[in-house]
């Protein structure tokens, strides 16, 4: 969903700046009213380009947000008031960056934002997900369930990333290992056999001219090789980071042996527990499933998964729309289909 930048005349008098997401303009407007705001403009956010390999992500790393939460979770357990908790843990964070982001948060929260509106105020630099959450649980008053909740979640999913990770570096460093003997090969050993084959003076083989070609090249071109490799890996980290290319290779990572299974797992455990979350959390369902299904890391399953907002707004069950998708396991199914009885 689109970004827009929101001038807003707060309850206590404030004038204050926010970025929010919406569907659309007007949807953004009913919100903002109905949460109090005085609307004085809206537009659209302007889109951040970022460089591959040289911008500096503006996402706050998941272990650092982690920690973020189970303190802020322990200090308001303790009694301790929100402001003064966000304060005293903007003071002990190390991270330049996450300081400077939580200073921003503690401001907007004194003059009387609510902590969800100042998460999301931020964008995508911290997940939707949390800041709906918070949502959810200022208006029910559990802050405090919610944030436990999503601490939980957030150990499960950076408990599942560290496997993945860890099941994935073994055959990298395997790969890696071999383009470099590949190389070695082609640049030093095979040249040395070219002047031993010479003194037979008789006719090489083809297969054996083919390989001394290549390596006779590799090593006459190898910095221009190098260059290619560089560009065209660029190249698709550029092409990834559009919506269209994120589509593609997100779609090719899931027909992938093993780490294909992996990434589907992985895509339905994030839906399943920050629906949980929100539905916990007391959000009604058709919100809760639009926030859940962009939490999917994979665009792909998102969105797939968004295409069943609409029918489930429209009274359609969940179970049936799921199962259109061809995403969902039978077993989570049937439990849905359960719950729905």
């Known amino acids: 969903m689109p970004e827009f930048v929101c001038r807003l005349g707060a309850p206590n008098g404030s004038v204050v700046e926010q970025r929010r997401v919406a569907a659309s303009v007007d949807a953004l407007r009913r919100e903002l009213e109905a949460e109090g705001f005085h609307v004085f403009s809206l537009s659209g956010a302007r889109s951040r380009f970022r460089v591959p390999f040289f911008s500096r992500s503006e996402k706050v790393s998941g272990e650092d947000f982690l920690l973020f939460n189970t303190q802020l979770k322990t200090l308001l357990h303790a009694g301790m008031p929100l402001a003064q908790s966000l304060e005293l843990l903007k003071d002990q964070q190390a991270d330049p960056h996450f300081r400077a982001l939580l200073d921003k948060i503690h401001q907007q929260v004194t003059t009387g934002i609510a902590l969800s509106d100042a998460f999301l105020a931020l964008g995508e630099t911290f997940p939707r997900l949390y800041a709906n959450s918070l949502r959810a649980g200022e208006r029910t008053g559990e802050l405090e369930q919610v944030l436990e909740r999503y601490v939980e979640y957030q150990r499960l999913v950076e408990a599942v990333r560290k496997k993945i990770i860890g099941a994935l570096t073994y055959p990298a460093v395997l790969v890696t290992l071999s383009a470099g003997l590949v190389v070695i090969l082609m640049v030093k050993v095979i040249p040395a056999f070219e002047d031993f084959y010479v003194q037979f003076e008789t006719e090489l083989p083809l297969p054996t001219k083919m390989v001394l070609g290549l390596a006779d090249f590799t090593k006459n071109n190898l910095f221009f ?99 259109d998708t061809g995403q969902a396991p039978e077993m989570a199914l049937a439990m849905i289909r359960v719950g729905e009885a």
Do not use: K
Request: proline share 5%; aromatic share 8%.
């Open 225 to 323: 090789i190098i260059a290619a490799v560089a560009v065209l890996v660029y190249g698709i980290r550029v092409w990834r980071s559009s919506p269209s290319g994120r589509m593609i290779t997100d779609r090719w990572r899931l027909r992938l042996p093993l780490v294909g299974r992996l990434a589907h797992l992985f895509a339905l455990s994030q839906f399943s527990r920050s629906l949980a979350i929100l539905l916990g959390g007391g959000t009604p369902m058709v919100p809760a499933l639009e926030t859940a299904s962009t939490s999917i890391s994979n665009a792909y399953v998102s969105e797939l998964f968004l295409g069943c907002v609409q029918e489930v707004q429209e009274g359609r069950p969940l179970s049936d729309a799921l199962d």
